[in-house]
């Protein structure tokens, strides 16, 4: 059975710190690029961080560039997203997605909540 779990998000302050985690499960998470996307309400799911399987390189939406950095442990099966100098405007639910476009398969996970509030 394949899982995406996430770690659970929060509140947090303006210019705070919060890591995310996403725990994979029941499929080779090693050959799979792995994404967080976040979603407000009434807004279409955005593209935040990418890490691909090749050499583990990284990508980011502009608007966190400099402020979050995306990581991978294949050894533990666990995608990471470092959040730092947290923005109001970052305050949405975030996505864990895994995704091996050769083989056409891809998962979610549920969702977890990060508001940026003082």
């Known amino acids: 059975q394949v899982q995406l779990v996430e770690s659970r998000g929060g509140l947090v302050q303006p210019g705070g710190s919060l890591r995310l985690s996403c725990a994979a499960s029941?499929?080779?998470?090693?050959?799979?690029?792995m994404r967080w996307y976040r979603q407000t309400p009434g807004k279409e799911r955005e593209l935040v961080a990418t890490i691909f399987t090749t050499g583990g390189s990284t990508a980011y939406v502009d608007s966190v560039k400099g402020r979050f950095t995306v990581s991978r442990d294949n050894a533990k099966n666990t995608v990471y997203l470092q959040m730092n100098t947290l923005k109001p405007e970052d305050t949405a639910e975030y996505y864990c997605n895994a995704r091996n476009f050769r083989l056409g398969r891809e998962w979610w996970g549920q969702g977890t909540q990060v508001t940026v509030s003082s």
């Open positions: 029941g499929f080779p998470f090693s050959i799979y690029d």
